[in-house]
């Protein structure tokens, strides 16, 4: 069974750091792309980013908002996914979700999510 | 930037209605979308993508059709188990924009 288990999120003041996990089991992990993808309280869904798969080099894309301060990488021997979240911003606060691409789109499945709080 | 516009915003229906759920690509985006289900508290489910092929272990009654820049999400009998919150996603260009979002609600 495909298992996405996020971790990390928590509260964090303004300009801080914080790095999210996304633990993946049940598939080859190096084959698929991966995806972040947050929801503000009550709000709908914002793509975060990219990791493509390792035949693509686990090359990256970014959404504007978040472009120069986030950084999502991979540790192939643990089958994880992380972003790493620098000079967060009161706006960055919502759950954040993984999420693994059945081809190279398609975003299935999701992870439960971990909510991150930017707070003073 | 392309611009997905998701409509309506709000949709009140009864059990065994058919209803259906239209998103908007301000550019023509082919075939490139996906439909998610969202319930309170839970992470979005796919339930079509390609714009028209309907994930495994997805109820036949979910269908999506279009192509380039309308497409449309119907569920062809509401059951109680679907109110929830639906959105469209393109996966043309970046960035992977999601609609807006539709709430479903029992009437």
């Known amino acids: 069974e495909v298992q996405l288990v996020e971790s990390g999120g928590g509260l964090v003041q303004p300009g801080g750091s914080l790095r999210l996990s996304c633990a993946a089991s049940?598939?080859?992990?190096?084959?698929?792309?991966m995806e972040w993808v947050r929801q503000a309280p009550g709000k709908g869904l914002e793509w975060v980013g990219r990791?493509?798969?390792?035949?693509?080099?686990?090359?990256?894309e970014y959404a504007a908002s978040v472009k120069g301060r986030f950084t999502i990488s991979r540790d192939e021997s643990k089958n994880s996914l992380y972003l790493q979240m620098n000079s967060l911003k009161t706006e960055d606060t919502a759950v954040y979700y993984c999420?693994?691409?059945?081809?190279?789109?398609?975003?299935?499945?999701w992870g439960q999510g971990t909510l991150v709080t930017v707070s003073s | 930037d392309i611009q997905l516009t998701q409509s309506p915003s709000f949709l009140s229906a009864s059990v065994g209605d058919r209803v259906t759920i239209t998103c908007r690509a301000s550019q023509g985006i082919s075939n490139f979308l996906a439909w998610f289900q969202q319930k309170p508290g839970k992470a979005p489910k796919l339930l079509i993508y390609?714009?028209?092929t309907l994930q495994t272990g997805v109820p036949s009654r979910f269908s999506g059709s279009g192509s380039g820049t309308e497409f449309t999400l119907t569920i062809s009998s509401l059951q109680p188990e679907d109110f929830a919150t639906y959105y469209c996603q393109l996966l043309y260009s970046y960035p992977l924009t999601f609609g807006q979002g539709t709430r479903l609600e029992i009437k």
């Open positions: 390609a714009a028209s």
């Open positions: 999420a693994r691409d059945l081809d190279t789109n398609w975003f299935d499945p």
């Open positions: 049940g598939f080859t992990f190096s084959d698929h792309y």
């Open positions: 990791s493509r798969n390792k035949a693509n080099s686990y090359s990256t």
